[in-house]
């Protein structure tokens, strides 16, 4: 599967956005589906993650203002990310994973500014 992140941007703190990560090549809903995100100087580390049978997960630092969300019909999965913080500033890169398989798109940069 080739998945393509889209959405990054320059936000004001406090504002609004939302990453899609359009799949090719395969369907989604065979996949538990994920975002990841990247600062400088610091590791790769796990979002949210959206398991096949629906269930969600997320990093303690995003919940209650990001939500992962998938459209099969579209086969693209979504991060809505709200209240957004100078934190959350890194490449984002969505992930799409089986037992055996592991998949990644390209990062999208979101920049939080004061």
């Known amino acids: 599967v080739q998945l393509q992140a889209s959405g990054g941007g320059l936000v004001q703190a406090g504002g609004s956005l939302r990453l899609s990560c359009a799949a090719s090549?395969?369907?989604?809903?065979?996949?538990?589906v994920g975002w990841f995100r990247q600062a400088p100087g610091k590791e790769r580390e796990q979002v949210s993650c959206?398991?096949?049978?629906?269930?969600?997960n997320y990093a303690d630092s995003v919940k209650g203002r990001f939500t992962i969300s998938r459209d099969n019909a579209k086969n693209t999965v979504y991060l809505q990310m709200s209240s957004l913080k100078l934190e959350d500033t890194a490449v984002y890169y969505c992930n799409a994973r089986t037992a055996t398989m592991d998949y990644w798109g390209q990062g999208t940069q979101v920049t939080v500014s004061s």
């Open positions: 090549g395969s369907t989604l809903d065979h996949y538990a």
């Open positions: 959206l398991a096949i049978g629906g269930r969600t």
